[in-house]
Every structure is written in structure tokens, then in C-alpha cells.
């Protein structure tokens, strides 16, 4: 399925930016906009379109080992801009090690959402919060071995499994164009907003095969049978 997807991925710009913990990396179409909003000064910014077929994420590297199961807040504030949830997206793209070589094995899809469809429409100009993730009623391993597409106990199933990254991803494009802003992403004790980054030059980056430019695919094929 790999060689197929492959078709899928997209060379783009990036801007790497560094705070604390964790390393985050933007990929695509994610920027860091302004807004009109004093609270949320930046916020950021990742938007998904068909033709040409554009996407983007927001990238996290855990600065410290970090296990599936031991992630206990996953969240963000959201705003839509343009369009609604659908297709796989907006979700957490979690990268993970099952076999502990360092290396990702396959991504965990935590869909942003409502269960089993994950297709809401909330309402466009308006912040709201995804809650806590980790209580997500189902989580997409099927990438991984032995997972599965609804998968109930994901972070039992997956617990020792090492996290090497989290990607925040926008690619629903493909069924319409969506815009989102997102603040305020908790990870665990880490809460990381747009106003705490600052972008510094540009570098090109590759987007991964497995996990990110892939999900439009599958949800194609899924939506086909
Ligand atoms: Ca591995
Ligand atoms: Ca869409």
C-alpha cells in the first residue's frame, strides 16, 4: 500500500521553530497567523484544498520519552475557518515504535470529531476545544499490527509503544477546502500556543508517507466499499 501512497506525498516548505519541549515543526500549509483577537495575538493556521490538492500539520517531537500509554492529555482549542471535520481531518497523527528500534512502525489516528463518522460541522469564526483526546471513544490503529480501524482500547493495546511524534494535520481538503486555526495544544503538561513561537527561515522538508499525505487515501478506499 506504501509504493501506492507514495503517489500521495507532497515535497514542501516548513519552518522549524524550537521552544522548551516539545520540538514543533511546521509542515505545508501551516503558518503562525496574526489575528484580531487580543487574547490569541497568533494562532496556528493550516489549511486543506483540492485542486492543486494542498495540506499541512503542525508537528510535535516529545523532548523526553514518552510512551502511548503514558499520554494522558491530548487537546486543542480549534476555530473553522472554512469548511468542517470529515475525510480523517482534522486529527493527532501519533507516530509510533512498537518494537523499540528507534524507528515508527505506523500512526495512531485520533479523529477529531464525532465517533463513528467524525464528520461535524461546528460552527465557522467560533473557538472550541476538542477535549481531552485520551478519552477519544475510538482511535484508528490500523496502520499498526494487529490494530484496527475502530479500535476501543488503543492506549491499552499500544501502551508500551514509544511516541516519536505527533502531528497535527489538516488534509480533508480532498472533500472540500478546509481552514483551521488551532491554540492552546496540550500535550500531556506541555501547552503549546502560536504566540509562544517565533518562525525563523524556511527549510524544505518532506512530508512522511506513512501517517500524513496517506489518510485521504485510505478514507477514499473506505468510503468506496
Ligand atoms: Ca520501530
Ligand atoms: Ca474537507
Partial sequence: MYRTLAGLCLVVSCVSTAIAA???TLY?????SPTADPARPFVFDVASAQNPFTAGA???TPSSPLTFGAITQLSAD???QLGQFGGGSPRFSIGLDVNNNNSIDGFAFI???????FNDAPPLNTWLNTGNLRNAVSVDTSQLPGGAFYDFNAFTNFAAANVLDIYLVVDGGWNGSDRF???????NNDLITGASLVPEPASIGVWSVLGLAGVAYRWRRKRAT
Fill in 22 to 24: 516539545p520540538t514543533v
Fill in 111 to 117: 479523529y477529531f470529531g464525532t465517533h463513528p463518522n
Fill in 181 to 187: 486555526f488551532f491554540d492552546n495544544i496540550r500535550i
Fill in 58 to 60: 503542525v508537528g510535535f
Fill in 28 to 32: 505545508g500549509t501551516a503558518q503562525i
Fill in 78 to 80: 480549534y476555530n473553522a
